[in-house]
């Protein structure tokens, strides 16, 4: 394996105030219409307005699903009008209809690559998430961390069903707290350690939020490899969680080596609001830089989507603790 690290492969696409005046007045009537973005009617009904979207971003976002061209797409916008109010302290206690507006733009611009999944495990089963730094897990592993680094990871990748891609949209980033990714397509992998990482030999652990929502710490995750793919590299990899058997010291030194290389070629995406960023789950990690909390509702705050290509497959092969909606 070669020292240097990967060149992230990022598309940015700068949508001017002429470009989301359209998109904006639809949303804000099926707001003051429905009120609420929970509702399968409602994203049904907005996924019939593609054509409200200007036709570079259509042509940008055509690359997503067949895994064509950049892993990583930052969407930025002119600031919308709707204010969101105070960040929550928890996810529990944001506002019904707070975001409502800002969720229709995520889920607008998310439709076109995929279809929404989510957890019955993660925040009640709720489609859209929130990430924001609750207090008391400053240190954890999750979104709800913040002093400490969130590690480099593929969502949920401990599970065969994990998302295609993760969307994530900015309400609020007042300090420019940067969102990190690294793509797999510039990794320099020899040939020993490639054979090694393509072998079931790694062991995901799911996160702990997860495994509060189940009410148990007692799981037994299958053994994985952490790459694969033939036509282009994948990776399926979360550091923290991630163990190989006792004395199979080649695997975990070929995994350290990729895990140094994956943090060198880590760059920074500060989020303004209104923007949102698409990851490629498959070939691309992310993660976040720390940030020292504030809890008095100014807070960094972003609303979470999770999309799959293949829904039918996605319900198929789901578990007892996963949902999925259908919007076809
Ligand atoms: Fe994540």
Known sequence: M????PVPDIQEIVLTARETRRPDRVIRRLVSEDGATDDLGLLTRLAGHRDLLPVRLLDALAGVRPRRGSPVTVVRRPRPDEDVG???????????????AHDLWLALVSLQVGEPVCWQT?????????????KGQE???????????LDYHVEDAFD??????????????????????ATAGGLHV??????????????????????KANGTADVSPA??????????????IDPPFTRTAPGDDASAQAFARLCRQLEGGLVHVRLHPGDLVLIDNYRAVHGREPFTPRYDGTDRWL????LTFDLRRSSGRRRAGSRALSLS
Do not use: M
Request: aromatic share 4%; charged share 25%; glycine share 6%.
């Open 2 to 5: 070669r020292g240097s690290a």
């Open 86 to 100: 105070p960040t929550p302290r928890h996810w529990r206690l944001r506002g019904r209809t707070a975001t409502a």
């Open 122 to 134: 993660l925040q009640d089963g709720r489609l859209f998430n929130d990430v924001l730094p609750i």
């Open 139 to 149: 240190h954890a592993q999750t979104g709800h961390s913040s002093a400490a680094t």
């Open 160 to 181: 065969d069903d994990r998302c295609d891609v993760l969307a994530l949209l900015c309400l609020r980033n007042r300090d420019l707290t940067a969102t990190t990714v």
């Open 190 to 211: 020899g040939t020993a350690d490639h054979e090694l990482l393509r072998r079931p030999r790694f062991a995901i652990l799911p996160d702990p939020e997860h495994l």
């Open 223 to 236: 053994w994985r490899p952490v790459l694969f793919g033939d036509a282009q590299p994948c990776l399926r």
């Open 303 to 306: 609303r979470k989507l999770t």
